[in-house]
């Protein structure tokens, strides 16, 4: 059997940028009108303030992230999204190491589907979402 192989960036980070891309996700629908914020003024519009807020401190802790950290974020998300599985795990590593540039924060915060692909990543890891929560 195939050992799984070791991430640079703990599980924790990785939900908390799951818990955070939700939160950012929750109030907005792919366009980013806002669907339900209970104020009027804000009911319609690019962003409301909490999804800014949420997806600004995403980003931030993000950047962060040292350079291997990074790294292991975005090839975990090419993974949870299908294009390999653990056994290519190196060369998703490899593929992400050499598209890495200061711009991995806008790039994962933009992509679709983002706390869905890494929650999907962790769990070929062997790591629970809900594990997480419960340790909140």
Do not use: C
Request: aromatic share 8%.
């Amino acid at each position: 059997m195939r050992s799984i192989p070791s991430l640079s960036i703990s599980p924790e980070k990785v939900f908390f940028i799951i818990a955070k891309s939700r939160q950012s996700d929750s109030g907005a629908d792919s366009g980013g009108v806002i669907l339900d914020s209970g104020d009027d003024d804000m009911s319609y519009g690019r962003s409301g303030r909490g999804e800014a807020t949420d997806r600004a401190e995403l980003a931030g802790f993000i950047r962060d992230l040292n350079v291997d950290e990074q790294i292991d974020l975005v090839a975990p998300t090419w993974l949870g999204r299908g294009d390999g599985d653990l056994s290519t795990w190196r060369e998703l590593q490899a593929q992400a190491a050499q598209a890495h540039n200061n711009r991995t924060a806008s790039y994962l915060i933009a992509t679709p589907m983002l706390a869905d692909y890494l929650e999907e990543a962790m769990t070929q890891f062997g790591k629970s979402f809900e594990e997480f929560e419960e340790h909140l």
